[in-house]
């Protein structure tokens, strides 16, 4: 069996491999009437795409979308939007070693073990490259709930982390590394130019916050908002941990220093803290919604591995072609597109119902 679909009420699938002719997605469930164009989508595309820097892959792919379906005279029409995006600068004769031998910590040997057989060219579905179709339907789910304002950031590369004091939101779009710390930012241009000439890479942390969730949306067991949250995370190439709110850090709390505690407040409670990231018993409290995602160091590598070939021979490798040193970079946008994904089918949900 393959799941390649995410949502309930909102739902999309992705579709494509990394060195295909294209790759892309469907949204399926999205409202009638939205006014969309490449337009609205584009944006966060630019915000994704590769070779924008030198701390990215300097694969140079425009991902310009094309909408094939679902919208007639600039509005969406109830129907499933197809999305696709052409793929222009493949090397697959880079990847002619990861076809006979697995990359440690990448997907190769567990694809083999599922099929039998693999799309070793850039790791096919496997690929950071598939992330753009989550863009590019995390931009329509954005129009679904217009409300919400959803900010990702790089909070953490190679395990420096930025100073809260520090925390500028303009500095997120100001440079290369989705960074609110100018002064991490400047740090961490020789950190991941130093792992880059190496021939290694980097892990990250990054961060999200989405404003303007009403209390309700969630569900109490079995589409729990956080869970949903978590899955939608850890759905993402790369990811190998989720926290919502405190996260681990709970676990050294007390209950009164973990409590959220309530004051009547002008349309509601007032909240003096929000260590539960804004959800409560798997629904929304109308506080801000907070999770942390921890990106592991890209698997791809120039330093060789110990490894085994696919007869089972001890073998060596190291990966040639363009890999991101810091994967957690360009996850920034994913991580917000699907957060968009999460929050636009948890509001159909809601309004399904509770009206």
Sequence with gaps: MSFNTFGRAFRFMTWGESHGPA????????????????????PWLDRRRPGTSRFTTQRRELDEVRIL???FEGRTTGTPISLMIENVDQRSKDYSEVAQAYRPG???Y???AKYGFRDYRGGGRSSA?????????GAIARLVVPQVRIRAWVEAIGGEAVDPANFDDAQIDANPFFCPDAAAASRWEEKVDAARKAGSSLGAVVAC????VPP?????????LDSELAAAAMSINAVKGVEIGDGFAAAALTGEQNADAMRPGADGPAFLANHAGGIAGGIATGQPIRLRVAFKPTSSILNPVETISRTGEAAEIATRGRHDPCVGIR?????EAMVALVLADQALLHRAQCG
């Excluded at 490259?129 to 339907?137: D, P, Q, Y």
């Design 129 to 137: 490259r598939e992330t753009a179709s989550r863009v590019a339907a």
């Design 110 to 112: 567990a694809y083999d």
């Design 69 to 71: 379906s679902g919208v």
């Design 216 to 224: 309700g949306w969630g569900a109490p067991l079995y589409a729990k």
């Design 331 to 335: 996850g920034v946008p994913v991580v």
């Design 209 to 212: 916050e989405a404003t303007g």
């Design 23 to 42: 790759i892309g997605a469907v949204v399926d469930g999205c409202p009638p009437g939205i006014a969309l164009t490449e337009g609205d989508v584009q």
């Design 106 to 108: 990448h997907a190769d």
